[in-house]
């Protein structure tokens, strides 16, 4: 154990925040204690490469609809109320913290504390709270970890109470049911009960730098990946799941930054995490080799099952669910950038799967069409939850992560159209999607076609070519791109039946025109202005 373990300094500073206990308190263990102990708790196995397994329990996902944030002087005229934001009043919260301190009282607890934000001048410093060990591991893995002569005298900014076993009562309680996620901006605490997904912490702390960043210190907050180049030219991938946005920041020729959320500042791009938390479903050695190599000793695997009679990882189960996860420190990626701070960015890729197949492969945009295009947020998925449908489905998330976003998009797109244009940076979009047709009549776009626009546009060759604006949506498309066929390059071009595409085109953009009807009261006139032509 740390030589701070044993130190009384924890429970003092859990007695200021209400909570007494004459229980054990485990301080700032290390990996391979908390995988021990939750072995010998018998809430976990090692796979047969070393990595901790556990299942999360009734939620193996976040529950956006259970997520509140108190509404108090300090929120009730600055946080935008929709349904990522839920209201809940002080009283509530007093309630459920003081019954929730009793909760914890008597039960054996792991306190770490943590760091978010890579950057000094903006560092947040973490308290955590858990009531088993392998939610004290993902803390671990997921924000970053002060040396050891930091830890004295730490005094933590906001604290996250995790207790998965501590259930609300909605009648008296002001939630919806038994689980909650509750931010409050006053007293700087996130409450979490009633569920055992440990993703509620890391977007816990995602939401309130999404607040405090932007409005505090006029620092872009993003849900995206980032990486560096050799020549230092920084570049930011947006993209909702299952739109290439880990694959495609995966570049061996470039650092890895970070996988998730990072800030914008007038000098750099930072990482506000100190671990990766991926998905694994259908994970393989062959697609994701940096994901498939860090699940190793100290990882964290959730909800995933064995091979019959094996501790192998069946990736391809959905058993428990599809949203199958690993966290693991920065660290285990192999060309990871230490601090994980790059410059200013040159590039920005917007990633969509359009399953419609009307977006082009590439195209760049314009300031007012980046900030329209990012309070969007677009994707099209293939509907194949459901037996018997096969129709691609529209889903739009307000700057690539709506249910994080405390403040209104138009907030974040206006400082994102600012500070491209002070720092001269391209934007493009990227259709890793469809061509030549909606799914069942097109194809996928082809991933080495993806990858060379994308690397086109890093190393500067599309700055002199021609092109042409799309009718409807009116980002300009490279007539030419290294490396890719130019027929291509205009999706129209890429349709049998040319009058389907245009009809095609028309519905798509009446969808993003109707989506963006609830933030247009709240953008400026250079972004309305950017709507598609309906």
Known sequence: MSTLTRSKAPSIALSSIGLNTNNEIHYQLLPEELTQQTIARKEGLLNDTGALVIKTGEFTGRSPKDKFIVKDEITANSVFWNDFNLPIDAAHFDSIYKKMMAHLSKEELWVRDAYACSDNNYRLRIRVINENPWSNLFAYNMFLRPAENELYNFTPDWHI?????????????????????????????????????????????????????????????????????????????????????????????RSLIGDDEHGWTNTSVFNFEGGCYAKTIDLSEEKEPEIFHAIKPGALVENVTFFPGTNKIDFSSKEITE??????????????????????????????????????????????????????????????????????KSTFSACFGAPFLPLHPGYYAEMLGKKMKEHNVNVWMINTGWSGGPYGIGHRMNLPYTRAMITAALEGKLDHVSYEAHEVFGMMMPTTCPDVPADILNPRNTWADKNAYDNKAVELAKQFVKNFEKYAAGVNEETINAAPKC
């Open 323 to 392: 949203n199958t996860r690993v966290s693991y420190p920065l660290s285990f990626i192999s060309n990871a950038l230490e601090p994980s701070i790059g410059k200013t960015p040159k590039n920005i890729f917007f990633l969509t799967a359009d399953a419609y197949g009307i977006l082009p492969p590439i195209s760049k945009l314009t300031a007012g069409q980046a900030m329209y295009q990012f309070i969007s947020g677009y994707t099209a998925k293939v509907a194949g939850t459901e037996a018997g449908i096969i129709e691609p």
């Open 161 to 253: 109470i995790q207790a998965p076993s501590f259930n609300a009562d909605p009648k008296t309680d002001g939630t919806r049911q038994h689980n909650f996620a509750i931010v409050n901006f006053t007293k700087k605490m996130i409450l979490i009960g009633g569920t055992g997904y440990t993703g509620e912490m890391k977007k816990g702390i995602f939401t309130i730098l999404n607040y405090i960043l932007p409005f505090e210190k006029q620092v872009l907050s993003m849900h995206c990946s980032a990486n560096m180049g050799k020549d230092g030219d920084t570049a930011i991938f947006f993209g909702l799941s299952g739109t290439g946005k880990t694959t495609l920041s995966a570049d061996p020729h």
